[in-house]
């Protein structure tokens, strides 16, 4: 297995990353978030709704999972650290150790900006549903990249219509549950603090940017304007969620001011692929080449999962992977990181 040289050691490490230059790229993260929050603000103030957190799904709730995966994370890594025979009392001394109080403050002042940006991204998401939506030109887009075709019925064509559905499907729902796990792993896996906050940055940044690209082209994607090219799949849970998006588009729409006026569809950029395209990142960011292989396989299968399915265009797919590849340029500069870690057999 791959393992990470600790340039520093448990007891040194606080107060060499609590100097000014170390807390220079908190502040930095904190500053971005700060000015993608005052444009969320800015938005609300347009649109005249306030920000929602419909059940505690985007914030609230997703505080109390990652402070559970957090958790989870430190107690494996202690326990593998350990090694057998099993020795609560050596795994809680190494746990004391890395876990002090300084670098676990500043473990969640990162996971707090992570998940501040997560609300703005999904309320700016919302609000961003009230403009018409320009499906046409990505439609005409494709299928002048597939010389006349659409992508879509390709992939239908010549994987089938009715297993490969449903391995898609599965392919593409495995999505939510990695995503909440990386995160908060990225930064209790990490050995050294600063390169959890160049992840936990470029995971903002590709939040961010998404943004960005869904208010630069708003769409709903093919499963809505191009239904026909789907009409051929088994019925799937997918197609329930697919009408519950467009029953809060229309809602959002009828009545932006109600209460449980909320929702979540859009298709340019892929955020399916650039979120996961990230996540590979991580991987590479920590030189784990075994590992950052599996998830670009991943990777790849998500972005003939969303075609497939008819959540998104293939330009929206290259644009994922465009805004992941900015976001891990944007993100160490951002907190003032220079180098991966030093990978050693």
Same mark, same amino acid.
């Given at each position: 297995?791959?393992?990470?040289?600790?340039?520093?050691?448990?007891?040194?490490?606080?107060?060499?990353?609590?100097?000014?230059?170390?807390?220079?790229?908190?502040?930095?993260?904190? !500053?971005?978030? @700060?000015?993608?929050?005052?444009?969320? &603000?800015?938005?609300? $103030?347009?649109?005249?709704v306030?920000? %929602? +957190? /419909?059940?505690?799904?985007?914030?609230?709730?997703?505080?109390?999972?990652?402070a559970?995966?957090?958790?989870?994370?430190v107690?494996?890594?202690?326990?593998?650290?350990?090694?057998?025979?099993?020795?609560?009392?050596?795994?809680?001394?190494?746990?004391?150790?890395?876990?002090?109080?300084?670098?676990?403050?500043?473990?969640w002042? !990162?996971?707090? @900006?992570?998940h501040?940006?997560?609300? &703005?991204?999904?309320? $700016?998401?919302?609000?961003?549903?009230l %403009? +018409? /939506?320009h499906d046409?030109?990505?439609?005409d887009?494709?299928?002048?990249?597939?010389?006349?075709?659409?992508?879509?019925?390709?992939?239908?064509?010549?994987?089938?219509?009715?297993?490969?559905?449903?391995?898609?499907?599965?392919?593409?729902?495995?999505?939510?549950?990695?995503?909440?796990?990386?995160?908060?792993?990225?930064?209790?896996?990490?050995?050294?603090l600063?390169?959890?906050?160049?992840?936990?940055?470029?995971?903002?940044?590709?939040?961010?940017?998404g943004?960005?690209?869904?208010?630069?082209?708003?769409?709903?994607?093919?499963?809505?304007?191009?239904?026909?090219?789907?009409?051929?799949?088994?019925?799937?849970?997918?197609?329930?969620?697919?009408?519950?998006?467009?029953?809060?588009?229309?809602?959002?729409?009828?009545?932006?001011?109600?209460?449980?006026?909320?929702?979540?569809?859009?298709?340019?950029?892929s955020?399916?692929?650039?979120?996961?395209?990230?996540?590979?990142?991580?991987?590479?960011?920590h030189?784990?080449?075994?590992?950052?292989?599996v998830?670009?396989?991943?990777?790849?299968?998500?972005?003939?999962?969303?075609?497939?399915?008819?959540?998104?265009?293939?330009v929206?797919?290259?644009?994922g992977?465009?805004?992941?590849?900015?976001?891990?340029?944007?993100?160490?500069?951002?907190?003032?990181?220079?180098?991966?870690p030093?990978?050693?057999?």
């Open positions: 297995m791959d393992q990470l040289i600790a340039p520093e050691s448990p007891s040194t490490s606080v107060p060499s990353e609590a100097s000014s230059r170390w807390l220079s790229g908190p502040l930095r993260l904190w !500053a971005v978030v @700060a000015l993608f929050t005052a444009l969320g &603000v800015a938005r609300s $103030l347009q649109v005249g306030p920000f %929602r +957190d /419909p059940g505690g799904a985007y914030f609230v709730g997703r505080l109390e999972l990652t559970a995966i957090f958790a989870g994370c107690l494996a890594e202690a326990v593998l650290r350990a090694g057998l025979p099993l020795s609560p009392s050596r795994t809680w001394r190494l746990i004391r150790e890395k876990w002090t109080p300084a670098r676990l403050a500043w473990s002042v !990162a996971l707090l @900006a992570y501040v940006t997560y609300l &703005v991204y999904h309320n $700016l998401k919302s609000w961003n549903d %403009r +018409d /939506p046409q030109w990505l439609l887009v494709d299928r002048a990249l597939f010389f006349g075709h659409s992508p879509a019925v390709l992939l239908h064509d010549l994987l089938g219509e009715h297993a490969a559905a449903w391995t898609l499907f599965v392919w593409y729902e495995t999505f939510p549950t990695l995503v909440v796990i990386a995160f908060p792993a990225c930064v209790a896996l990490a050995t050294r600063k390169d959890a906050y160049a992840c936990i940055a470029a995971f903002v940044w590709v939040w961010m940017l943004t960005g690209t869904y208010y630069l082209i708003p769409t709903l994607g093919p499963f809505h304007s191009a239904p026909q090219e789907f009409a051929g799949l088994p019925h799937m849970p997918i197609q329930d969620t697919q009408a519950r998006y467009m029953q809060q588009w229309d809602n959002l729409r009828a009545a932006p001011h109600a209460d449980d006026a909320f929702a979540q569809v859009a298709a340019f950029a955020l399916h692929v650039g979120v996961a395209a990230v996540i590979m990142g991580v991987l590479w960011w030189r784990l080449r075994l590992a950052t292989a998830m670009a396989v991943f990777v790849a299968g998500t972005m003939v999962a969303t075609v497939y399915l008819g959540w998104h265009f293939f929206d797919d290259l644009a992977l465009a805004i992941a590849a900015l976001a891990w340029t944007l993100g160490p500069l951002t907190v003032g990181v220079r180098r991966r030093v990978r050693v057999s």
